[in-house]
């Protein structure tokens, strides 16, 4: 089953304005995901910890660090990774997928790496991986998209959900620009459900530099992404490339002059 929408995507194309993105909602499958890569993928899929940056609640020593529980829990804090930062849009979760998270006992504020499966979320990509990044009972997750220092380009983002929209308001919103675009269960049969997958692909149309989505499903609805990967998937699309000043006011003075060669030319004739 397939959705299509269109949403107005925050983005920044080497300095120029944001652009439309289309997105595509889809019941998740490995093939599906691994067709969708290619050599310019750059895939975060949580299981390497010594590339992540970010600390745990009430921990010292980042997350590669070798800690009591296993080291997997709630996150103090966003989560730096090669795709960019994953950090909670916010709420306080205090279900059981936060209880299995909580090392403060304190309620849930931020995200959670996991390990195994829990409630039906968990780790879907690489296949025979273990970790993925938990939106821990909080109203959801914040993407915040870059690459190589915010120097690095795509124009398609690919990742999954697990578990979405299957407790609460039973809805997955996707905020993009300024637009939410919500899936609920009603109107998705067989697409969402306890421990169901989606493979989420978004395009720009052309090749970006940052860009900013949100999922929110709301309090102490949990869920996972993994397999989070940023390409340029349309070879054929250029970015735009801004001029230095000095070429452009060059540019700039030539055309006048050609106006003013043109222009005389006329009057001689007349």
């Not at 921990?59 to 994953?86: D, K, N, P, Q, Y």
């Not at 296949?127 to 938990?134: C, K, R, Y």
């Not at 054929?236 to 005389?264: H, K, W």
Request: charged share 10%; aromatic share 6%; glycine share 18%.
């Amino acid at each position: 089953m397939r959705i299509l929408i269109t949403a107005a995507m925050l983005a920044m194309a080497m300095g120029s304005a944001a652009s439309a993105a289309t997105v595509t909602i889809q019941t998740f499958s490995a093939g599906d995901y691994t067709g969708g890569l290619n050599a310019s993928a750059t895939v975060e899929d949580f299981e390497t910890r010594s590339q992540l940056s970010g600390n745990f609640e009430g921990a010292s020593g980042g997350v590669g660090a070798s800690i009591s529980g296993g080291g997997f829990g709630e996150l103090a804090g966003a989560l730096g990774t090669r795709v960019g930062t994953f950090a909670s849009l916010g709420g306080t979760g205090s279900g059981t997928t936060c209880g299995s998270h909580d090392r403060a006992s304190n309620g849930c504020t931020g995200l959670a790496l996991q390990s195994g499966s829990i409630n039906g979320q968990g780790n879907l990509l690489p296949a025979g991986g273990v970790v993925s990044l938990n939106s821990n009972d909080t109203r959801g997750i914040l993407w915040d998209v870059s690459l190589d220092g915010g120097s690095g380009l795509f124009d398609t983002l690919l990742f999954a959900v697990r578990d979405a929209a299957d407790v609460g308001k039973r809805t997955l919103s996707i905020l993009a620009g300024g637009t939410t675009t919500v899936y609920d269960t009603a109107t998705n049969p067989g697409l969402f459900g306890n421990g169901l997958a989606q493979l989420v692909r978004i395009n720009f149309g052309q090749q970006v530099t940052s860009a900013q989505i949100s999922i929110e499903t709301g309090v102490n609805d949990g869920f996972t992404l993994d397999g989070a990967a940023a390409l340029i998937a349309d070879r054929d699309i250029v970015a735009p490339v801004p001029l230095p000043a000095g070429i452009a006011l060059l540019l700039g003075g030539l055309g006048f002059l050609g106006a003013a060669g043109r222009f005389r030319g006329n009057r001689a004739i007349a």
